[in-house]
């Protein structure tokens, strides 16, 4: 995709299409994604606890690609009509195939998302990750896993796209912190490529 810079200032590359979707398109795949998709709060494991996810969460994909994450294992819904569609326009817009998303609901400010890399063994040793946002704008937080003074923040607004490539998985780790402000729901979808 051309007219972005990279805005990570080393060990990884990160691109934003802030109006990739238009207001309109976008207030539409909100919509469709609140009503059709099937929104459950999930337990993940952390530190052989289990608790619940700050967040709604639902997985979609092609037939047979399992994923672990965070200590439970997902089987994908197959795509909804909505979900190809968007799939197909970031497809030929990045030249990236992708085969699996992560779709995540932030209810209100106070959903969240903690510290992490999409680092899971099925995604190859250097995933492409497309972002895709609609409804809230949130902060989206970067910071490098060994230089601590490095750390950036991307504003993720209605209708944008955010790219991440290259070795960013490896240095660096991302988060979408809670905040105080009074925010109207966002949808998120991580589209990703599990390796067989
Ligand atoms: O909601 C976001 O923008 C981040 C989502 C994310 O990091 C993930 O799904 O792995
Ligand atoms: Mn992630």
């Not at 299409?17 to 993940?44: A, M, R």
């Not at 606890?49 to 089987?75: C, F, H, N």
């Not at 896993?145 to 944008?160: F, M, P, Q, Y």
């Amino acid at each position: 995709m051309t007219g972005s810079v990279n805005l990570l200032p080393k060990d990884g590359e990160v691109f934003l299409f802030p109006g990739f979707f238009t207001i309109k398109e976008s207030d539409w795949y909100l919509d469709q994604l609140l009503k059709e998709i099937n929104w459950k709060q999930e337990p993940i494991v952390i530190f052989g606890k289990q608790v619940m996810q700050p967040r709604l969460t639902a997985w979609y994909g092609d037939e047979g690609k399992l994923y672990s994450y965070s200590g439970i294992t997902m089987k994908p819904a197959y795509w909804t009509k909505v979900l190809q569609e968007i799939k197909r326009r970031i497809e030929s817009a990045t030249g990236h195939r992708f085969n699996s998303a992560l779709l995540n609901l932030y209810r209100d400010g106070q959903d969240s998302m903690g510290w992490h890399r999409d680092n899971e063994k099925e995604l190859g040793i250097d995933p492409v990750i497309c972002s895709v946002s609609f409804g809230a704008s949130r902060k989206f937080q970067l910071k490098h896993g060994s230089e601590k003074s490095l750390r950036l923040n991307i504003e993720l607004t209605h209708g944008s796209l955010l790219l991440m490539q290259g070795s960013t998985q490896h240095h660096w780790l991302h988060a979408i912190p809670k905040t105080a402000k009074p925010l109207q729901v966002r949808i998120n979808i991580t589209f990703r490529y599990i390796v067989d």
